[in-house]
């Protein structure tokens, strides 16, 4: 199956790196980094977008750019079959723009998001206590749906991917 846009930057692992270096490059007076850039990628819209500077991945979101100087190699493969498989293009200020095609996802799926927001804050060690990061978490998945709906099919899913499936 060839590879995607959402398979090459936004599942597993590949999510986490581009969430975490995304929300640690903000620009500076951010009122919460972790949220706003957790926020945009979920209300974004997705788009294959080449810069000199690297990946923009959303529509009206040309500051997030992940460079490529940090994408895997498999990423990077990604792109360069991209430029030789696709035909619709435009090139506008030194960025290639792709087409939409039929079929892609516009929209990142939330509780991948969530997920990879929680596991990054779970697995950080700036606070020693487990209890602290898990209280970071709630505050931050709080904050978050305070903006953005967020079934709750999504949150049960998302509570059994960190936690474990629910004990009845």
């Known amino acids: 199956m060839e590879p995607t846009l959402v398979s090459a930057f936004f599942t597993g692992d590949s999510?986490?790196?581009?969430?975490?270096?995304l929300c640690n490059t903000r620009a500076p007076g951010a009122w919460d980094p972790i949220t706003a850039t957790v926020l945009e990628m979920l209300?974004?819209?997705?788009?294959?977008?080449?810069?000199p500077a690297g990946l923009v991945p959303f529509r009206a979101r040309p500051s997030m750019v992940y460079p490529f100087h940090m994408m895997s190699q498999e990423q990077k493969e990604f792109l360069?079959?991209?430029?030789?498989?696709?035909?619709?293009?435009?090139?506008?200020?030194d960025a290639v723009l792709f087409y939409?095609?039929?079929?892609?996802?516009?929209?990142l799926?939330?509780?991948?998001v969530l997920g990879a927001m929680c596991r990054s804050v779970l697995a950080s060690r700036v606070h020693e206590d487990h209890r602290v990061r898990v209280g970071v978490c709630n505050i931050l998945l709080q904050r978050v749906q305070s903006s953005v709906v967020i079934s709750k099919a999504a949150q049960q899913e998302l509570n059994a991917l960190l936690f474990g499936p629910a004990r009845k």
């Open 15 to 21: 999510l986490s790196r581009l969430l975490t270096y």
């Open 100 to 107: 939409h095609r039929q079929g892609e996802p516009e929209h």
């Open 43 to 51: 209300s974004g819209r997705l788009q294959l977008c080449l810069s």
């Open 80 to 93: 360069r079959g991209a430029l030789e498989r696709r035909e619709a293009y435009c090139v506008c200020n």
């Open 109 to 112: 799926d939330t509780v991948s």
